[in-house]
């Protein structure tokens, strides 16, 4: 895909014009309703896009993956804003919130991990009561069913750029679970007179953090995002994990609950019979190893889960090794957060092991642990095997030279991991650098 949008940068320059998109009018119209000051543009290109929002005071970043592009977008159209230089599939490179995201077209060039992931963020990245725009193209569309077959709605239109094809059944099915509010059918034009058929989408990210007897109405009644503030009781977090059991809810936060092992086993419990949750968030806890091989238990069965985060809880060796021993089967987990635990070197093997069979996670933070070099060694030795994790977090451990040098054969090995963390490790300065080169390959 890199190589595809520089050439056509390359190529054909400022192949879109100057005047920005029919959606990105439309999208400052929301932003500006709902007192946006902030937008992120995912795929920017040259900067088009970008004049709507700025023309009315909001501030705007962007992420583009054609390095030509950029240069366009300072160059031709003088735009100073910020512009990471990388692939959307490497989303978030920062953690800051949003107003607004606006997405135009980019999303239905990926296949289906790609466009939930890159949904995924985006709703990350959007602060509470913000929106996102995205814009698809319709199956109405005339190039529809051209071009050699990848699935079903999704054809290679030309060499090197899929396109997957979207009816309202499908943004349902993929925008749903992120607050969607409206989808709208619009045609936005094409060159030369033409128009093709898109659809609108917007979501809203829900502002309302509840309390404990809130949570479990919000979950009886399938609320997509459920947010839980405060310390809660035993028989508060029973409650939520017994409305969870059955809930169709999406995505679940609790996080600085002060929620213990027995809380987490009751939540790990209610993901053995809940088959809609896909987030959940569970990071400052007092969730230890009981609770930690309790959600191992349940990855074995869960099929639905895309995300756990245990960051900052206590969780050791025991419950490491048994999420470890669940990601070998595993294929729905996405991101696991087991970051600031207390995780040794059992625990750190275990995950490592089960790196060189899963082939779903892309994002695992095991940073603030005490893995040593023999934990470093195992997961080192499974990033040469491991076609799928882009993102991985091991800085402020105990891994010494030969860990290091592990896990800097294992990047080197690798194709697809694009950022490595190892700051605050005890391993040689020059082994630091030799990991940061491994990484610095053409994509």
Known sequence: MTEFWESAFNKKQLMWGLAPTTSASAARDIFNHSGAKSVLIPGIGYGRNARPFLERGMSVAGIEISETAIELARSRLGLEIPIVHGSVADMPFDRRKYDGVFCHGLVYLLDA?????????????LAPGGH?????ISKKAPMYGQGPRLGDDWYERLPGL????????SVKREFGPYGLVELSEFDEPAGDGATLPFIKVVCRRDAVTVSAAEAVDRLHAGQVEVTVAGALQQS???????????STTSILTMGGCQITDMGGVAIANALLTNSALRELWLFNNEINDAGGKAFGDALRSNASLTTLCLNENRVGDVGAAAIG?????????????LGRNQIGDIGGAAIGGALAFNSSVIALSLNHNHIGDAGAASIGGALRNNASLRILRL???????????????GVAHNSVLRTVSFEENPASASLHQEIKTALERDP
């Open 162 to 169: 899929p396109m997957y094809f979207y009816d309202a059944e």
């Open 132 to 136: 996102m725009v995205f814009t698809v």
């Open 236 to 246: 508060e977090v029973a409650a939520i994990a017994g409305a969870l059991e059955t």
């Open 395 to 409: 800085s402020h451990n105990e891994i010494g030279d030969s860990g290091a040098e592990a896990v800097r054969a």
């Open 325 to 337: 021993e669940a990601l070998r089967s595993s294929q729905s987990l996405v991101e696991l957060g």
């Open 113 to 125: 991990r790609g466009r939930r992931k890159l949904i995924r963020d985006c709703y990350r990245q």
